[in-house]
């Protein structure tokens, strides 16, 4: 407390300076948006003033231009399509009917995405009632979609996969009134592998390359004015084909003119001063393999460098001293694989410390005491939803998820990110600690390194982006063993702390004793050695699964031994590529003797 006072004017002016960044100094109206919508904002959002990216966004999008956004996470991109595209709809001179259809469609990645568009949408529509919206997304009931669909949608939020399914085949989806299509996240909509679907829905709508198809459509039916709108905090080539062939001349937000010289002069293109080009020079950016990404200013960046067989005790170490500092505390923690998830969620909710008390008398309890969530793919549909609702609402909780909670999901007042597991792309790691730090708020990210994994802050360090190291020693010297504080004996690396070694043994005879746990553990560590193996292009020299130490890898998922039948195909990858390594170095060693 007395902290928080001696800090007080510099936080306040900490705080000020990052809402300057982050709002815009002028009104929604002044926008040119309808006083009943900026009175919805208001009332119905918070909204008082617009951020940044709206004030740039909304006025461009009003004029009916195409728009390719590039802004950092958590600057309130969505309201600025959101918020003209109602404006425009409201403004029509004969009021739009549920029988006119679809007139805009919002494309996004996730179900979780999806539901949370939707939210934002019926608040904004609270009173203009005759603008329906409407959403449909894998795992929900098709046949109850298709009843809404023909009652009509006007604004329809949608995953890429259920709509293609809907335009194929619900005859009775009108669209031929649609006059904006959104990709929201628009990068991760194609690494998704929906490439190919958004194609063929573009080919559905008439909204192809080839925009002579349109124009020869709109001779035979009123033309319809298309605007397409592209979007994300990271943008990259594979977004280049799409804005080819969806965007007609656009107007690029936050793809500022310094960076565009900058890569102009590190690509030796010239630089014309014409709008074509332009875009031209930014399309060519988007695909220089080094371009830097947007993060929140304020959002204080960590790495941890820790040792494979100590990450679990150090992850568990981490999250205690979170909740114990701070009760009211939100943390997502990410893991590359669904099996992660469901190991650490079980170990999390059921762990119990002291595990060997000194006294009988001691009581055990829970070790971490908060409210423990997980969140992935292979959940089923109602759960998934339970658990986003369940994060967006709780004051404090743990979640626990895969890369499904990675993109544009806005959960409030989450404090920390813990990437346990790499998220490998540095475009994911953006959009991972993106879930922190939101709209000019405080965060925290901590990256978690094995030291043979520390030449990724290299590649990060391509894209902008420099973390500093997380004062582990200090932490770890934080916790008292059964009672009064242990000392501190020299020792000879993390791995032997005695606070460490202590709370491994402890997790280690917990999980032989719980056979359920065990299985998780195991399915676990062999679907992590497998997410090891399956990094792509560059990232195979940083994240060597030749280099693992599996002993070390299965303690980290408090096996004692290494699971030995389940990962045989997998030691007989690395069996393999040990050999070839060794006769590639013989045949060298040969070549160097010869000559
Ligand atoms: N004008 C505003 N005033 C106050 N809060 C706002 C405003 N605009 C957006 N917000 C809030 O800011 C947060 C971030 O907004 P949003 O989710 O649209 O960001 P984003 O840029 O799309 O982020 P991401 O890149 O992660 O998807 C949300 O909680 C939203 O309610």
């Known amino acids: 407390m007395e902290q928080k006072n001696k800090s007080g004017g510099g936080k306040l002016k900490e705080e000020s300076k990052n809402s300057s960044e982050v709002f815009a100094s002028c009104s929604f109206s002044s926008l040119g948006l309808h006083s009943t919508l900026c009175d919805q904002l ?14 740039q966004a909304i006025p461009v999008v009003l004029s009916g231009r195409h728009v390719l956004v590039n802004a950092a996470t958590g600057t309130g991109k969505t309201v600025a399509y959101l918020a003209p595209i109602i404006h425009l709809l409201q403004n029509y001179d004969k009021r739009i009917q549920r029988s006119d259809g ?30 329906v919206p409407g959403y449909i997304m894998g795992g929900e009931n098709r046949s109850k979609e298709k009843a809404r669909l023909r009652k009509g949608v006007s604004i329809l939020v949608a995953t890429p996969g259920r709509l293609l399914d809907h335009l194929k085949n619900t005859s009775s989806f009108v669209h031929t009134n649609l006059r904006w299509i959104v990709f929201d996240e628009a990068d991760r909509i194609l690494e998704l592998g929906y490439g190919k679907d958004i194609e063929e829905i573009l080919n559905c709508l008439g909204t192809s390359e080839d925009k002579s198809v349109t124009r020869a459509n709109s001779a035979a039916t009123p033309e319809v004015q298309k605007q397409n709108l592209l979007l994300s905090a990271t943008l990259n080539e594979k977004v280049n084909h799409l ?3 969806s965007l007609e001349n656009p107007v690029m937000i936050g793809l500022d003119d310094k960076k565009i ?7 030796r293109i010239s630089l014309e001063p014409d709008v074509a080009d332009r875009v ?17 200013a304020q959002l204080v960046q960590r790495y941890i460098k820790v040792p494979c067989g100590s990450r679990l005790v150090v992850l568990l170490s981490i999250l205690k001293h979170l909740f114990e500092r701070e009760a009211s505390q939100k943390v997502v923690v990410f893991f590359s694989t669904c099996d992660a998830v469901d190991f650490h969620y079980f170990l999390l909710s059921e762990f119990q410390w002291p595990a060997m008390s000194q006294s009988e008398t001691e009581l055990r309890q829970i070790f971490l005491g908060c409210k423990t969530l997980r969140l992935h793919g292979n959940m089923n549909h109602e759960d998934r939803k339970t658990t986003f609702q369940t994060f967006k609402t709780e004051k404090s909780a743990l979640l626990l998820s895969t890369d499904v909670s990675a993109r544009g999901l806005d959960f409030p007042k989450v404090r920390c990110i813990i990437q346990y597991d790499s998220p490998g792309e540095a475009t994911e790691y953006v959009h991972r600690v993106g879930r922190t730090a939101r709209l000019g708020e405080k965060g925290d990210s901590i990256l978690f390194l094995q030291p043979i994994e520390v030449d990724y802050m290299m590649d990060l360090e391509k894209h902008g982006v420099t973390l500093a190291e997380y004062p582990l020693l200090k932490l770890l010297n934080s916790f008292s063993l059964y009672g009064p504080k242990h000392q501190v004996k020299k020792f000879v690396s993390i791995e032997m702390h005695p606070w460490l070694l202590t709370l491994q043994r402890a997790l280690e005879s917990f999980i032989s004793a719980e056979p359920k746990l065990k299985k998780l553990a195991k399915d676990a560590f062999c679907s992590w050695v497998r997410a090891y193996t399956a990094h792509r292009g560059e990232l195979k020299q940083i994240f060597m699964v030749k280099k693992l130490h599996l002993g070390h890898v299965a303690k980290s998922f408090a096996l004692k031994e290494q699971p030995s039948l389940v990962n045989k195909s997998i030691q007989k990858q690395i069996k393999k590529r040990k050999r070839d390594d060794r006769q590639k170095v013989k045949s060298k060693k040969r070549v160097i003797t010869k000559s």
């Open 280 to 296: 031209e020079e930014s399309r060519k950016m988007l695909s220089s393999s080094a371009e830097e990404y947007k993060l929140p």
């Open 102 to 131: 679809t007139f805009a469609l919002v494309l996004v990645p996730t179900r979780e995405l999806c539901m949370q568009v939707y939210e934002i949408l019926q608040k904004l529509l609270h009173r203009f009632h005759w603008i």
């Open 42 to 55: 208001k009332e119905r959002l918070g909204f008082e003033v617009p951020t940044q990216v709206q004030a």
């Open 261 to 267: 010289l900058q890569n102009v002069n590190r690509n």
């Open 243 to 245: 804005a080819k062939i």
